[in-house]
């Protein structure tokens, strides 16, 4: 059975830094899956936020570009999201996604809270 595990959410002040991890088990062919971060803010819709294909094609939510990086290792089948300067607006459940062709697995969710 897939699983995606997130960690590293919780409290960080404005301006701050914080780095997501998800750990994907369960036997599936990780490397020929596009994985990316997506985000819930309390009573918003759930919004891609980072995205990184098997070749290396990354995208980016426009209001984080040049402050969040996306990153995999498939050999450890892990996927990173560092976040620097953050702002309370990103301020959000983190969910972890893989996904290829008609096949997608989701995270259960991580918090990040940006507060002083």
């Known amino acids: 059975q897939v699983q995606l595990v997130e960690s590293g959410g919780g409290l960080v002040q404005p301006g701050g830094s914080l780095e997501l991890s998800c750990a994907a088990s369960?036997?599936?062919?990780?490397?020929?899956?596009?994985v990316a971060w997506h985000r819930q803010a309390s009573g918003k819709e759930r919004e891609l936020v980072a995205q990184l294909g098997p070749t290396g094609d990354r995208n980016y939510k426009d209001s984080v570009k040049g402050r969040f990086a996306i990153s995999r290792d498939n050999l450890k089948m892990t996927v990173h999201l560092q976040m620097s300067s953050l702002k309370p607006e990103d301020t959000a459940v983190y969910y972890c996604?893989?996904?290829?062709?008609?096949?997608?697995?989701w995270g259960q969710g991580i918090q990040v809270t940006v507060s002083s």
């Open positions: 996604h893989a996904s290829s062709h008609d096949i997608s697995y």
């Open positions: 369960g036997g599936f062919a990780f490397e020929w899956y596009t």
